[in-house]
Nanobody, 115 residues
């Protein structure tokens, strides 16, 4: 069964760091297109980071240089390392992957950046 389950969100002060995890099952860790999105309250969901062909990374301008997406095949887990967090990074973060002609989503994890 294909599943994506995010964890690692929480409350952090501005300038702090968090690492989000997306635990996968059903083989989806081998997807050639895995992504992190976020959605702030009242806003549209936006793309944060993409891992293409299991090694090439792309980032939205607003996180470039601060966030890093990575994958651990042995742990079937996708990560998003977030550094120098800002209040505007507050959102629910979702992982997503395209696998066998379908797009799968996790349930999301809340990240709140506040002093």
């Amino acid at each position: 069964q294909v599943q994506l389950v995010e964890s690692g969100g929480g409350l952090v002060q501005p300038g702090g760091s968090l690492r989000l995890s997306c635990a996968t099952s059903g083989g989806i860790i081998d997807s050639n297109n895995m992504r992190w999105y976020r959605q702030a309250t009242g806003q549209q969901r936006e793309l944060v980071a993409t891992l293409v062909n299991r090694r090439n990374t792309h980032y939205a301008d607003f996180v470039k240089g601060r966030f890093t997406v990575s994958r651990d095949k042995a742990k079937n887990t996708l990560y998003l390392q977030m550094n120098d967090l800002k209040p505007e990074d507050t959102a629910v973060y979702y992982c997503s992957a395209f696998w066998i002609w379908q797009t799968y989503w996790g349930q999301g994890t809340q990240v709140t950046v506040s002093s």
